[in-house]
């Protein structure tokens, strides 16, 4: 079965196409490389010890994209490509919506045209603002965007629920994302942040390794435990497995989309990453308390049960895991 990655080579991108490899299916991989290194092509096919096709160019080419589509013939899609900084989203919104609602209306136009029996959308539990309250289900209501970024994937929910009223014959699967984080246990793929880290794992990292020099705690004054944030962190493979499930559900054709949150269900606050951080890996931490940051929810974590039952989908890497294999990925990119 083929199934074409876009954004495979990114971080929950390259994730998925290792378990897609490893469990048989024909991952063909368009990525123009903006968000990540051709090097990470490679190190998949060192980890599953498989090949596999790969294209490089931006997905919003509708050309180049009908070309694979016509040559390639896939069964489904999972859609990664797209940008996700938040606060670049705020300083240059038109990127926003070009790179993540043009190029999704692109590859849907695409579909259209093809046999292509499955779709996954990355969504993200951004979508729920800031909750009145936890766990969050699939369910709770949406709230107004904070950011541009936000708003791209509430828009890109509704494209495909529309999207999935013509196209009854194209089984579609929303995954609202918790907080990927984590590598993968070789050491080899990874997350490659862009410039400073605005997400608190990398940022954690780099500062153990002496990239930055102290890690800024944004508020602990809120009304958790501790004062700091909670967050529900998954581990990117569970993640990517929890693709691998979605589009093989595709005989379940339905006219609205399956939308499934994918976290662990238990929130972490900010020290407690911090001082797991800490013990798992045996190291030490500089950081300092700063002010809260604009935007941020106090609490959000997931009531994942709905993909438990749909797609027999569980986490199966705790925290700790996914603090030691993010900390040998950090190790193992200073001696590249
Ligand atoms: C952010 C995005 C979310 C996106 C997700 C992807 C916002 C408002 N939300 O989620 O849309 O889907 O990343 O992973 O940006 N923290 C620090 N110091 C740091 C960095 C982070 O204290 O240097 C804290 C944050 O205040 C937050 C927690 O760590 O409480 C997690 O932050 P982050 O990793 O940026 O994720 P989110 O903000 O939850």
């Known amino acids: 079965m083929k199934i074409i990655v876009t954004g495979g080579a990114g971080f929950i991108g390259s994730h998925t196409v290792v378990d897609l490899l490893e469990n048989g299916y024909e991952p063909i991989v368009i990525d123009d490389f903006r968000n990540s290194k051709p090097f990470i092509i490679e190190r998949i096919k060192k980890i599953t010890n498989k090949d596999f096709v790969s294209y490089n160019f931006d997905c919003g080419d509708i050309k180049k994209l009908s070309s694979v589509f016509l040559k390639e013939k896939p069964d489904a899609i999972i859609h990664f490509a797209a940008d996700k900084a938040v606060n670049e989203s705020v300083s240059n919104p038109l990127k926003y919506y070009h790179n993540n609602i043009s190029t999704l209306v692109n590859v849907l136009s695409v579909v259209n045209k093809s046999k292509v029996k499955s779709f996954v959308f990355s969504s993200s539990c951004t979508v729920y603002g800031v909750p009145k309250k936890v766990p969050v289900s699939e369910f709770s209501p949406i709230q107004q965007a904070f950011s541009p970024y936000g708003f791209t994937k509430q828009i890109g929910e ?26 993968h246990p070789s050491g080899l793929i990874g997350e490659l942040p862009l410039g400073v880290p605005s997400n608190l794992v990398p940022f954690i990292t780099q500062t153990a390794i002496g990239i930055r020099e102290s890690l800024i705690v944004h508020g602990n004054d809120y009304d958790t435990t501790d004062g700091t944030c909670i967050r529900d962190y998954i581990h990117v493979l569970d993640l990517a497995r929890a693709h691998v499930l979605a589009f093989s559900n595709y005989l379940k054709k339905n006219n609205k989309p399956l939308i ?21 890996n045996k190291t030490n931490l500089n950081y300092t308390f700063g002010p809260r940051r604009d935007g941020d929810a106090p609490c959000v974590y997931a009531n994942s049960s709905l993909a438990k039952k749909v797609l027999g989908w569980e986490h199966k890497f705790s925290l700790e895991d996914a603090l030691s294999h993010a900390w040998e990925w950090e190790k193992q990119l200073s001696i590249l």
Do not use: H
């Not at 999935?164 to 995954?175: E, F, T, Y």
């Not at 269900?265 to 001082?275: M, Q, R, W």
């Open 260 to 280: 499934l949150n994918i976290g662990t269900g238990k929130g972490s606050s900010v020290l407690e990453v911090i001082e797991s951080f800490k013990k798992v």
């Open 158 to 183: 509704q494209i495909l629920s529309d999207f999935a009223k013509s196209n009854p014959g194209v089984s579609i699967s929303l995954l609202r994302y918790f907080n990927p984080i984590g590598a």
